[in-house]
Structures are given as structure tokens and as C-alpha cells.
């Protein structure tokens, strides 16, 4: 039973999605996150937390430190350490929102233009994600979006804890 269920099956296709389609879905969360980081009230921003969290300014400084960085490190091969901040655009995390929007932005934009130089080959490629994390590129990139992904919902609870209605989570435009 097994061996004809197996004979009548389709063959396993290489790609659900492209790499366009790819960024484009991680590039959609980029921009639903930098309207949750818009909505947060300033001193909220930096000094909110519920049972132990850390801040929004810290999980989106985590943000920063995974994306540009670890697309970089994709590309280029060097990685350096998760948090030594050797790939990011300031040496310490801003101390006010306009400042991490700021580095969001330039954040964005390179990760827009190191993904232009990663070929659809390598997405099978097993990396060493910042000397730390082993996978193929493509988890790997998964997994940068899953961590924006859970990082956005603990903002939305401070959000909502705070009054302040979050962005539709549905809409990445």
C-alpha cells in the first residue's frame, strides 16, 4: 500500500517561493514592525516592561543587531559575534526612538541591497550563523523573521497594556 501511494505522489518541487518573494515577506514585517516602534510613546519606549521583559528599545536593538548584520554575514561570510555590533551602523543603541527608526531605515536599506548579491544557489548553503546558530540559509532567514515576528507581539501586549492601539498586525504594506 505504501509503495503505491508513494508511485502516485508528485514530485517535490524545489521552491515554494522565490527569493523576491522572500525579502518582499520580510521586508512586510520590517515595515509592520517600524510602525509598532512609531506608536510607542517615547519614555515607554525605553523603560516599559511586563513581568520581566525587556524594554521595546531592547528587543528592537536585538532586531537591528540580527538583520543587516546576519544578511552581511550571509553574503560576505564574515559573521562576526552575535552582539559585538561590528556590522551595524552605530557602536551602541540610540537613546531616543527618532535614532532607532533612523538605524531602522538604514537597516532596511541594506538588507535590500546585500540581498541583490545573494544567488539562489546558496539558500541550500549550510552556514554558521554569527559562529553560533547551524542551518541553511534559508532557516536561517526564517528565522530572523520568526524573531522579529515574537518580539513584535511582545510589543503589541505592551501596546495594548499601555492603551495604545497597535498597527493591524495583517498589514505589511
Known amino acids: 500500500m505504501e509503495q503505491t501511494i508513494m508511485q502516485n505522489a508528485a514530485p517535490a ?21 517600524r ?11 525605553f523603560n516599559f516592561s511586563i513581568g ?21 554575514g550571509i553574503v560576505t561570510g564574515d559573521w562576526g559575534s552575535l552582539g559585538d555590533n561590528s556590522h551595524n551602523y552605530a557602536a551602541a543603541a540610540p537613546k531616543t526612538k527618532e535614532g532607532f527608526l533612523k538605524l531602522w531605515d538604514e537597516s532596511t536599506a541594506a538588507l535590500d541591497e546585500q540581498w541583490e548579491t545573494l544567488p ?16 541553511t540559509i534559508f532557516s536561517t532567514i526564517l528565522y530572523f523573521v520568526d524573531n522579529e515576528i515574537h ?7 505592551y501596546l495594548r497594556a499601555l492603551g495604545v492601539e497597535p498597527p493591524a498586525f495583517w498589514d505589511r504594506s
Open 13 to 33: 518541487k524545489e521552491h515554494v517561493i522565490n527569493a523576491a518573494q522572500l525579502l518582499e515577506h520580510w521586508q512586510g514585517h520590517r515595515k509592520l514592525t
Open 35 to 45: 510602525r509598532v516602534i512609531e506608536v510607542f510613546p517615547e519614555d515607554a519606549f
Open 52 to 72: 520581566g521583559m525587556r524594554p521595546f528599545s531592547q528587543l528592537t536593538w536585538e532586531l537591528l543587531t540580527i538583520a543587516a548584520p546576519g544578511i552581511t
Open 120 to 135: 539562489d544557489s546558496r539558500f541550500q548553503e549550510t552556514i554558521l550563523a554569527f559562529g553560533q546558530y547551524e542551518g
Open 151 to 157: 518580539h513584535r507581539g511582545q510589543g503589541y501586549v
